[in-house]
């Protein structure tokens, strides 16, 4: 539903909504009530000048001169001051100057009301630091807009003078940010870079940017190349592949991760010992300003890198070398142990065999002199008288039966040995 104070208020077509909306502010500003402090020794003109006041919707205060405005200015807190130029103890001009030593009413609007007319006491009065003059008798339309205009031109300086202060105190941070910022990238050993939004520009760059730049590019003069020369300049030969790499990354806008290689030729080798250097880069969007880039220089890592998977190598190589070695030293081993157990089983076959020889030989030994002493025996049963010799015969007897066993026992150790002897040799080479 409209309302009275947006009736009048008249949009035009096509026009944008927030310059609609500056006009309808300005529209409630006209219709806002202001506090407006009067200050007239005269009675009959104060109370004139604030009943028309009034009559517009105005809030008033009458004092009778400028001490007591200036006891009641606080209290009021007055959007405008209407100050007589002659009055007692306080007159017009040593208000304004005491207004304006006050930082709290410094950017109050003053306009003096004085029945001096003529240039030279409007120039005086405006020198003494009122924003208007207005010369009795005057309009009342007259006094009414001019108190209008100089309340929204107060509002507006007062908003401005705002303003500047936020956009001083703004500007104050940004510098001590800006100052820490140059601190920290200084300290730190990472090349940093912004470049602007069109990609090439940089905007900034800390200490350690500028030794890569002499040390990794073919620049001579002072001047700061831009973030595409140093590409080209670093990379050689590769150097149109990290420039494409970089602007088709800074169109998509996204985070930027490259490792940068340059060529023997390009590179002075100044930072490191390598014919060659490499660097890490890695950079975000910056809002749309463009991109910060950090740059770290890894050229001894990947060389460390290098030397380690050498060594892995090497290392590798050489266990491979002696698993070899180790492997002939064991079939060498095997064949030699073979060789040892058929020069170990073929004496011991002809061990055993003799062995079981002497066993049959010894067994019918045995028999036969079993045999002879059976005899023996019984022929000297026969004999009428004993014969001298049968001591001495049982005597031979017992030895020579003793004898035998003896040579049992030898051959049946002499077997037992070389049965052991063969079950060691035979699981020696099943094992090899």
């Not at 990238?185 to 940017?209: C, G, H, R, Y």
């Not at 890695?282 to 770290?296: K, Q, V, W």
């Not at 049982?394 to 066993?405: G, K, P, Y």
Request: charged share 25%; with cysteine; net charge negative.
């Amino acid at each position: 539903m409209e309302t009275d104070s947006t009736k009048s208020v008249v949009v035009a077509d096509g026009q944008s909504p927030a310059a609609a909306l500056t006009q309808l502010q300005n529209h409630h500003d006209r219709k806002r009530q202001f506090r407006v402090l009067v200050a007239d020794d005269n009675t009959d003109m104060r109370q004139y000048v604030a009943s028309l006041l009034l009559a517009s919707q105005h809030a008033v205060l009458q004092v009778a001169d400028g001490q007591e405005a200036l006891n009641r200015m606080h209290d009021f807190n007055p959007d405008l001051v209407l100050s007589d130029v002659m009055m007692p103890n306080v007159d017009g001009f040593e208000l304004i100057k005491r207004l304006r030593q006050d930082s709290s009413t410094r950017s109050i609007p003053v306009v003096l009301l004085s029945a001096r007319a003529g240039d030279e006491a409007k120039v005086e009065g405006l020198e003494s630091g009122a924003d208007d003059y207005l010369v009795k008798p005057f309009s009342a339309k007259e006094l009414v807009a001019r108190v209008r205009t100089h309340v929204e031109l107060g509002t507006l300086r007062r908003n401005l003078e705002a303003r500047t202060e936020q956009l001083a105190w703004t500007n104050d941070e940004l510098r001590h940010s800006e100052t820490k910022y140059r601190s920290v990238t200084s300290l730190v050993p990472v090349a940093i870079i912004q470049v602007k939004a069109d990609n090439t520009t940089i905007a900034f760059a800390n200490e350690m940017w500028h030794k890569y730049e002499k040390a990794y590019t073919s620049k001579n003069d002072e001047s700061m190349l831009n973030w595409v020369e140093f590409l080209l300049s670093f990379g050689g030969d590769h150097g149109t592949q990290y420039v494409q790499e970089w602007l088709q990354t800074a169109k998509q806008q996204i985070p930027y991760v490259a490792e940068l290689v340059s060529s023997s030729s390009t590179s002075s080798s100044v930072l490191t010992s390598s014919s060659s250097s490499s660097l890490l880069v890695h950079g975000i969007p910056f809002s749309t300003t463009g991109y910060i880039l950090a740059m770290t220089d890894i050229t001894e890592q990947r060389i460390l890198e290098q030397e380690k998977l050498a060594a892995v190598t090497k290392a590798e190589a050489l266990q491979r070398q002696r698993a070899s070695e180790a492997e002939q030293h064991r079939q060498q081993q095997e064949v030699f142990v073979d060789m040892i157990c058929h020069e170990v089983r073929n004496p011991l076959n002809g061990i055993l065999n003799n062995a079981d020889l002497l066993v049959t030989s010894l067994q019918a030994r045995k028999s036969t002199l079993n045999g002879l002493l059976l005899k023996a025996s019984t022929d000297t049963d026969h004999l009428d008288h004993p014969c001298p010799m049968t001591p001495l015969f049982h005597s031979t007897r017992d030895e020579l039966v003793q004898q035998c066993n003896w040579d049992d026992e030898s051959i049946n150790s002499i077997l037992a040995c070389v049965r052991h002897q063969q079950v060691v040799t035979n699981d020696v080479l099943e094992l090899s």
